[in-house]
């Protein structure tokens, strides 16, 4: 298997601008998170999908950030209108059981 | 609610001496237990796990856990360090069967001296 893949690796983008960050789980995994990492706060959990419903989204920080599962190979982290404090490192996540969770490499978003 | 304190958020160490990065959780249920690692630049690598039996538990690269219950800890050690063990590590705890959410200590900082 790939792996968990997401998209872009890298992301800089302007104050103001939409930002639309992409995620592939792993095949059969039910379970899909988003996580935001950061020097000041460390790793975060935004929102967590099962099943393509989500689940708890308590931590996504505001109504700016938007998060959706369409099918069970593809998700979408939204950022609209994106801000100079949201540059951090963006993961996705994925898991079959409450036993592991694979992540992917990151998005390295930076708005200017 | 589960929790996690990772004691010390940095740790220099020498090569080829031996190294304990410290984790301690807040739960009032039954949890399972992880080490994750984090080379720069990249994303999280499961190192080990405890999910039952042996309170001992070995890792990838050379590493082991120990469980304790009584203490609430779950202390990561390598007995003899590498250059490439330079990384951030992390440790994580989730509830035994309801749900898969983890809850993240802030990570160590692991610094190997040549």
């Known amino acids: 298997d790939a792996g968990v893949i997401q998209s872009p690796r890298h992301e800089v983008t302007e104050m103001g601008q939409e930002v639309t960050l992409r995620c592939k789980p792993i095949?059969?995994?039910?379970?899909l998170f988003w996580y935001r990492q950061t020097m000041m706060r460390g790793l975060e959990l935004l929102i967590y999908?099962?099943?393509?419903?989500?689940?708890?989204d308590s931590g996504m920080p505001e109504d700016r950030f938007s998060a959706k599962m369409p099918n069970a190979s593809f998700s979408t982290l939204k950022i609209q209108p994106s801000e100079p404090r949201d540059s951090a490192v963006y993961f996705c996540?994925?898991?079959?059981?409450?036993?592991?969770?694979?992540f992917g490499p990151g998005t390295r978003l930076t708005v200017l | 609610a589960q929790s996690v304190t990772q004691l010390d958020s940095q740790v220099p160490v020498f090569e080829e001496a031996p190294v304990e990065l410290r984790c301690n959780y807040s739960?009032?249920?039954?949890?399972?237990l992880f080490w994750y690692v984090q080379y720069p630049n990249q994303g999280l690598q499961l190192l080990l796990k405890?999910?039952?039996?042996?309170?001992l538990v070995k890792g990838i690269n050379g590493f082991e856990a120990e469980f304790n219950k009584s203490q609430t800890s779950f202390h990561l050690r390598k007995p003899s360090v590498h250059i490439s063990d330079t990384a951030e590590y992390f440790c994580?705890?989730?509830?035994?069967?309801?749900?898969?959410?983890?809850?993240f200590g802030t990570g160590t900082s692991l610094t190997v001296i040549p």
């Open positions: 996540a994925s898991s079959l059981v409450a036993t592991e969770q694979f």
């Open positions: 405890y999910l039952s039996g042996s309170t």
């Open positions: 994580a705890v989730t509830r035994r069967g309801t749900g898969n959410q983890f809850y």
């Open positions: 095949s059969g995994h039910d379970y």
């Open positions: 739960s009032s249920v039954s949890v399972y």
């Open positions: 999908f099962n099943n393509n419903v989500p689940i708890d």
